[in-house]
């Protein structure tokens, strides 16, 4: 065992493998949202037309959203002023710009259901029977070997190509992202997400894992990381540890953190600005990896001083930061940040080890 923090699936998805899970409910949420998205378009469409400054463009989509050939018509008199033509046309770009992030919208709604595996009629209905799915869990090793990542020059690779999410999905960001858990030997394993069909539990079928969440990937190279999972919660420890393991790995930490706490999220725009925000340094890896260093519990003693030290890369000061009380939600200390967790007073410099 490379990483001794694991976290369990919660209670609630014990049963889920060969079940439809929360399928039906949150696919007919989507199908809500997706027809919403599309009465905005048709609405904005009928609101720009004859007797408008200009209708809104919607290009090969306009047969789907029943949106009406482009056309810019002038109203009033027919002699115009310069003035006036110049607000005609600043109002014409302000419809398009409007007409065009709808209809970006609709096509992101309809790609986010397509990829959970949902079959769509033109007016956003969901045909059910072609819709329907249950959980899977990758008991074989063989499809687990189709799902880990391995590296080459710090780029993430997928079966032997550079991995790519672009067109994977996520129940909570959307189209292009993935999933991801990461086994207690280190290996991550990834796969596009489907309610009632692909989880994070699928992917090693149920298994404690050391870190789970969802990234971004392009060509390779990893854009985006979080703890979000909804099967096991992750804390903070657990993302600590998925980054020891890419830059194990030579991946750079080049790209944005987002954590997940049980009283919201923060995105940090680079792995140093979480380093720094959490209270962790260069040895906080090194940390992770000790075999002495986990309490019976399954979290970091940092009670004992020695661990804190090899933790957070200093000594624990006078305000007692070592954490005598731990929650599967958040390490519970005298001093709270933004984000939940105790750090120390004093901030360390997290400057990269490659």
Do not use: C
Request: hydrophobic content about 35%; aromatic content about 8%.
């Amino acid at each position: 065992m490379k990483y001794q923090l694991l976290s369990d699936i919660g209670a609630g998805y014990l049963a889920e493998e060969g079940t439809s899970g929360e399928r039906n409910g949150y696919l007919t949420m989507m199908e809500t949202k997706l027809k919403q998205n599309l009465a905005a378009a048709k609405t904005f469409a009928s609101s720009t037309g004859p007797n408008a400054d200009v209708t809104v463009t919607w290009n090969e989509k306009r047969k789907d959203f029943g949106a009406k050939p482009a056309t810019v018509a002038v109203g009033g008199s027919a002699t115009k002023t310069v003035k006036e033509l110049a607000a005609l046309h600043t109002n014409a770009q302000q419809n398009t710009t409007v007409g065009e992030r709808l209809n970006a919208e609709v096509v992101r709604m309809r790609q986010w259901l397509f990829r959970q595996g949902a079959t769509l009629t033109p007016d956003g209905s969901i045909v059910w029977p072609k819709s329907n799915r249950v959980v899977e869990y990758d008991h074989d090793i063989d499809r687990r070997g189709l799902t880990q990542l391995s590296y080459n020059g710090g780029r993430l690779m997928l079966a032997g190509k550079p991995f790519d999410t672009r067109a994977m999905v996520t129940a909570f960001n959307g189209p292009g992202y993935g999933i991801y858990v990461m086994s207690d030997e280190g290996n991550i394993h990834v796969s596009s997400h489907a309610v009632g069909n692909r989880h994070h539990s699928s992917l090693l079928a149920g298994e404690d894992v050391a870190a789970a969440g969802e990234m971004s990937v392009t060509d390779g190279r990893l854009k985006y990381l979080s703890n979000k999972s909804g099967h096991y919660t992750p804390d903070v420890m657990r993302l600590l540890q998925a980054l020891a393991e890419l830059d194990d790995n030579g991946v750079p930490l080049q790209f944005q953190v987002q954590l997940h706490t049980a009283i919201g999220k923060t995105l940090y725009d680079s792995v140093d600005a979480f380093m720094r925000a959490n209270g962790f340094d260069n040895a906080s890896f090194e940390a992770l990896r000790a075999d002495d260093m986990s309490s019976s519990s399954g979290y970091l003693d940092l009670s004992d001083s020695n661990v804190y030290a090899k933790v957070y890369g200093g000594a624990m000061d006078a305000g007692g930061y070592a954490s005598p009380a731990l929650s599967t939600s958040a390490y519970q200390t005298p001093s709270l940040t933004a984000s939940g967790y105790g750090t120390p007073a004093s901030g360390f410099v997290y400057t990269g080890r490659r």
